[in-house]
């Protein structure tokens, strides 16, 4: 059976579990900001260790790695691939065939399909961007009690229906793949192999019959939880909730992270400035030359 605590956070006397939630929540956004600013492969490649350090930080069991590995290769991967085949933008230089110009329909139809170096490349870049969110929603979602988030979000006067929506979707998604692992079970017991031929009507019918039972099963799951919810009042009469002090050193923690992220901002529109012509300070070249090696 699958084991759904995989999904679900575990107490321990890390220093990341032991943080406020205003802090994880705020240190969560800058990085995912900071994914977005920086362009230079080196400091995404920084920036994407320094999540696995915190992840080692943690001592996340092997489990838990073997997930995320599975997501980050999956998702990583994903994002080379459609790049390195759809770029479009010039000049680009072709590696591989993939499909001939003469291949009947297709290559009729695409002009020929191949691997591009150039979108290899930026695919790499897009897909540091995204292992890096992965990886740090990953990180708070398996160190912070969904109870916290929620109390934090309600705190900030977020509207409690959407605050009660994602911290349910935390929830529901150890929930999803233990739905998953009882049909695959049952249907494994009633001697089905969905794996054992590899021809289009079986995966379609394997399709078929292991995706509409966790459908099903989910749906009725989803309706329990909405009537259980609606029963105690939902949403009705929400007070402000208080939390516990904020820790002074999580504050300065936060507003370091908020300083350095509007200094890359500061840094990128200057580059901008002087890339377009608009503004060149000649006394700033080294500061110029930093931010397109490093930013």
């Given at each position: 059976?699958?084991?759904?605590?995989?999904?679900?956070?575990?107490?321990?006397?890390?220093?990341?579990?032991?943080?406020?939630?205003?802090?994880?929540?705020?240190?969560?956004?800058?990085?995912?900001l900071a994914a977005v600013i920086i362009d230079s492969p080196r400091s995404l490649l920084l920036l994407f260790w320094l999540v696995l350090f915190m992840h080692c930080w943690t001592k996340a069991d092997f489990a838990r790695w073997r997930i995320l590995i599975l997501f980050l290769l999956l998702s990583m991967w994903?994002?080379?691939?459609?790049?390195?085949?759809?770029?479009?933008?010039?000049?680009?230089?072709?590696?591989?065939?993939?499909?001939?110009?003469?291949?009947?329909?297709?290559?009729?139809?695409?002009?020929?399909?191949?691997?591009?170096?150039?979108?290899?490349l930026y695919g790499a870049q897009q897909a540091l961007r995204s292992g890096i969110m992965l990886a740090a929603g990953l990180l708070v979602c398996w160190n912070t009690d969904p109870r916290q988030l929620l109390r934090v979000?309600?705190?900030?006067?977020?509207?409690?229906?959407?605050?009660?929506?994602?911290?349910?979707?935390?929830r529901f998604l150890p929930v999803v793949f233990n739905e998953t692992a009882v049909v695959?079970?049952?249907?494994?017991?009633?001697?089905?192999?969905?794996?054992?031929?590899?021809?289009?009507?079986?995966?379609?019918?394997?399709?078929?019959q292991t995706l509409l039972p966790i459908l099903a099963r989910v749906l009725r799951r989803a309706e329990m939880l909405a009537l259980s919810v609606e029963s105690r009042g939902f949403g009705r009469g929400i007070n402000r909730i208080k939390l516990l002090k904020w820790p002074v050193g999580e504050k300065l923690v936060c507003l370091?992270?908020?300083?350095?992220?509007?200094?890359?901002?500061?840094?990128?529109?200057?580059?901008?400035?002087?890339?377009n012509g608009l503004v060149?300070?000649?006394?700033?070249?080294?500061?110029?030359?930093f931010v397109v090696i490093w930013i």
């Open positions: 059976m699958y084991d759904r605590t995989l999904w679900e956070p575990r107490p321990n006397d890390s220093l990341i579990y032991r943080m406020d939630g205003r802090t994880k929540i705020i240190l969560l956004g800058f990085i995912a994903g994002g080379m691939v459609s790049q390195a085949l759809f770029y479009s933008q010039e000049p680009r230089t072709e590696i591989a065939c993939v499909i001939a110009p003469g291949t009947p329909v297709l290559g009729s139809l695409t002009g020929g399909v191949y691997l591009y170096r150039e979108g290899i979000m309600v705190y900030w006067r977020m509207p409690y229906e959407f605050a009660f929506m994602l911290t349910t979707g935390m695959l079970t049952a249907q494994r017991l009633k001697g089905f192999k969905p794996m054992h031929s590899f021809s289009v009507n079986k995966m379609i019918q394997t399709a078929f370091v992270a908020g300083c350095l992220l509007l200094g890359l901002v500061v840094l990128k529109t200057l580059n901008s400035l002087q890339y060149y300070f000649p006394a700033w070249n080294y500061l110029y030359s």
